[in-house]
């Protein structure tokens, strides 16, 4: 599992800069709530890993027969004091055939080094706005918890989350004073397949746009991302009032869509 220094890492589209490359060592591995596999890693240089909360980084993961594919994974946290980053893997699909992602974070040991890029996205919070709007799936909680747990306690945000069922909820640590003003709603899709629905999209529709300048960080399945965005921008909201982007659509592999229509 451990790629040499020649491992390819895609260069990105021609005008974007080069993303800088780390090299992380696994230092431990845990379930977490609620279908997560926490990843954590280190590197010689990680105090110089600076980024906004919602940020990712490319992971090399291996693909077998000793292909590697990049996968888009958020920063969970980041101890600069230990030198410590924690990746949540959210383990979709039925568990009989694991994808590279939730299967790197099964087998993953101590020890393991892997290479990635980063940190990339612009789904982050904004600190100029009046109101926050952020919603997602299942694996962008690790996003949306790393901005809720980070973010100024006076600011407010609306939170909506579709999982399955109140099993997949997850406790917000009420580790900061103000927190409490969080709204989190958590949306159920029951037995339905996770992907394309219209259940993000209600509710966005019927979310009360409050008084001020808002800022929209919509993120998960692309279809679901771009039907919410249309939403907000025929309530008002202007392109510049919105980060959306699609973390993962039914037949993609890899990569992230940008939402920009
Ligand atoms: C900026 C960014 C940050 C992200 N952060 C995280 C994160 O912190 N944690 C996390 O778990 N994921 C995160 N994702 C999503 C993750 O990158 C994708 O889910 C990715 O496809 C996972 O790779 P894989 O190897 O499991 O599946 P792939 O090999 O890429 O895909 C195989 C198939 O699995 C299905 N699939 C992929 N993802 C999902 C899913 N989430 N739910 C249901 N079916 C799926 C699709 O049908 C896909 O075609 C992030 C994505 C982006 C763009």
Avoid at 9 to 15: E, I, K, R, S
Avoid at 72 to 88: A, H, M, N, P, Q
Avoid at 219 to 235: A, C, D, F, P, Y
Wanted: charged fraction near 25%.
């Amino acid at each position: 599992m451990t790629p040499d220094q020649t491992t390819p890492v895609q260069t990105p589209p021609a005008g974007r800069p080069q993303l800088r490359q780390w090299e992380l060592t696994v230092t431990a591995v845990a379930d977490a709530p609620a279908n997560m596999r926490r990843v954590t890693f280190t590197a010689p240089d990680i105090a110089e890993f600076t980024y906004r909360a919602g940020q990712a980084i490319v992971m090399m993961l291996p693909a077998g027969d000793g292909e590697f594919g990049r996968r888009d994974y958020t920063i969970r946290s980041l101890d600069k004091e230990k030198g410590l980053l924690d990746v949540d893997f959210f383990m979709h699909g039925d568990g009989t055939h694991l994808t590279p992602g939730p299967a790197f974070a099964r087998d993953a040991k101590i020890g393991d080094k892997i290479s990635v890029r980063g940190p990339r996205g612009g789904a982050s919070f904004r600190e100029d706005a009046d109101w926050h709007l952020i919603t997602g799936d299942e694996c962008c909680i690790p996003a949306i918890f790393h901005i809720l747990e980070t973010m100024p306690a006076k600011a407010q945000m609306h939170v909506l989350i579709e999982v399955d069922n109140v099993a997949s909820q997850i406790a917000l640590n009420d580790v900061r004073e103000g927190l409490s003003a969080t709204q989190i709603t958590w949306l159920h899709r029951g037995d339905q397949k996770a992907g394309p629905s219209d259940l993000m999209a209600e509710a966005v529709a019927g979310f009360m746009l409050p008084h001020g300048r808002g800022h929209a960080i919509l993120i998960g399945e692309t279809s679901n991302v771009r039907k919410q965005r249309q939403n907000l921008i025929s309530r008002g909201l202007t392109r510049e009032q919105i980060a959306s982007e699609g973390y993962w659509r039914p037949g993609r592999i890899g990569g992230h869509d940008h939402v920009e229509d």
